[in-house]
């Protein structure tokens, strides 16, 4: 099937053809259509899947043609979770829509100066892309009409609930005309967010693309177990320093671990930058300018940078702090192995982090490869990563250096039934206290009635005599 069977506007078309894309990917054959007939629609797909053009193309459709509304306010509005998204969408709006008249777009996001964004607006954008706390402060300003708004696009509804912005959206949505067609995107359409499409749309048609088969074919997903941080950047040292590494993001969990790492970085000789939420929006947007152009070889980055980005050289993808959520890690290694490219997926996992891997692995339906670099194994037992629990029903399994002594005191017994010693010469009476005297026997079975008090003697619990 081609785009041209899609039954879009020859103009949209002719646009399309000067981007390369000639065949439309399985959420677009399925999307926009639907869209066309003028249906709400519930869309659950991964993350490069081609979900931005799908609920574009139907849009500028609508705009091909002129608007049969009075007012001077936007057609279609677009509402992201993050600035980066926002912009992204909006350099897609302008390359699908560049060949419809005077067509004018607005982005309306946190971080950046609203003197500009004031002046975009007076010249009454059709589209309107933006994060839901920006748009709010431009509605209560009184500068924003959407008594001819045509279409809502809520894209990465998921993300945008789990930011907080739940509240935001639904004040947002009582603003808008009831008349509207509503677009919803999101990697999943249970739960929280289940219910709010439930609430802004109207006989929606669900429509739910196979989650993960681009990553299973285009991303090479590995382990690296670690001991420490001192053992993860000599890790990321050897990573960086592949040959065939072109351009890496990786991920941090804090926004200070973000910059400290990518100040080592350049201190190190790499050519590194640090992208967070704290960065001012001009910033933002020159980091990732210098990355398009190949001047930024190692991007090091929060979860802000997981959704939105769309850079052909970035060849790795390294989780230096292990994403906390599956969703997360998907969209982190989204990244890199876009649009058919292979990418390399590469994650640093500490023994206790065993349960967020297995979180992934249920919800990737796919094996994450335990990798190793020689002459930097981990200490820790890596050999079984997903044992069963080894010291007790619902005890996690606890990794333990080579030689490392294991201080389990129910493992090791006097033949009088006390508590012995451990391999690290403790003695356990130390650490657990003195054993209780259903325990404590003499050698000929009867109770050793100097031992530890009962639980109903009223005597003083001072330094017991052995």
Not at 313 to 336: C, K, L, W
Request: with cysteine; hydrophobic share 40%.
């Amino acid at each position: 099937m081609s785009f041209a069977e899609l039954g879009l506007h020859p103009l949209v078309l002719k646009c399309l053809e000067t981007t390369g894309y000639t065949t439309p990917t399985e959420v677009q054959r399925q999307a926009v259509p639907a869209a066309l007939d003028g249906h709400d629609l519930l869309v659950s797909s991964h993350t490069g899947s081609g979900k931005t053009a799908a609920f574009l193309l139907p849009s500028l459709h609508r705009l091909a043609q002129p608007s049969a509304l009075p007012g001077n306010g936007p057609r279609v509005l677009v509402l992201c979770p993050t600035r980066e998204l926002a912009l992204q969408v909006q350099k897609q709006a302008m390359i699908y829509g560049a060949g419809l008249r005077k067509l004018r777009t607005v982005c309306l996001v946190g971080g950046a100066p609203f003197g500009p964004q004031f002046q975009a607006l007076r010249h009454h954008p059709e589209v309107m892309i933006a994060t839901p706390g920006r748009l709010i402060d431009h509605l209560e300003r009184g500068r924003i009409d959407f008594s001819r708004l045509e279409v809502l696009v809520l894209d990465e509804a998921d993300r945008m609930l789990d930011m907080g912005f739940i509240e935001d959206i639904e004040h947002i949505v009582a603003r808008l005309p009831q008349s509207r067609q509503t677009l919803l995107f999101s990697a999943t359409l249970d739960g929280m967010v289940g219910r709010i499409a439930a609430e802004m749309t109207r006989d929606a048609r669900r429509i739910e693309v196979a989650s993960h088969a681009a990553h299973k074919a285009n991303i090479d997903q590995r382990l690296l177990f670690t001991d420490d941080v001192g053992h993860k950047h000599k890790l990321l040292d050897v990573l960086l320093r592949d040959v065939g590494l072109s351009q890496a993001v990786v991920f941090t969990a804090t926004k200070k671990s973000a910059e400290e790492l990518s100040e080592t970085l350049r201190e190190q000789g790499f050519a590194a930058a640090a992208l967070h939420g704290d960065m001012p929006q001009h910033k933002r947007n020159r980091t990732l300018q210098r990355l398009r152009d190949g001047q930024t070889r190692v991007l090091v980055a929060t979860d802000v940078a997981a959704r939105g980005i769309d850079v052909a050289g970035i060849s790795h993808v390294i989780n230096f702090d292990a994403p906390r959520q599956a969703e997360d890690y998907v969209h982190r290694i989204g990244r890199t192995g876009r649009a058919g490219r292979a990418g390399i997926a590469v994650t640093f996992v500490h023994g206790r982090e065993r349960g967020l891997i297995r979180d992934i692995e249920r919800y990737t339906g796919q094996a994450v490869r335990v990798d190793v670099i020689p002459g930097l194994e981990p200490m820790a037992r890596a050999d079984r990563p997903f044992a069963k629990p080894r010291f007790g029903k619902g005890k996690p399994w606890q990794d333990k250096p080579r030689g490392a002594p294991l201080r389990d005191h129910t493992a090791q017994r006097r033949d009088d039934g006390r508590p012995g010693e451990n391999r690290s010469g403790w003695q356990d009476e130390r650490r657990w206290g003195p054993a209780s005297n259903a325990l404590a026997r003499q050698p000929d079975g009867r109770p050793a009635r100097d031992h530890a008090p009962a639980r109903h003697d009223t005597r003083p619990r001072g330094r017991q005599s052995w």
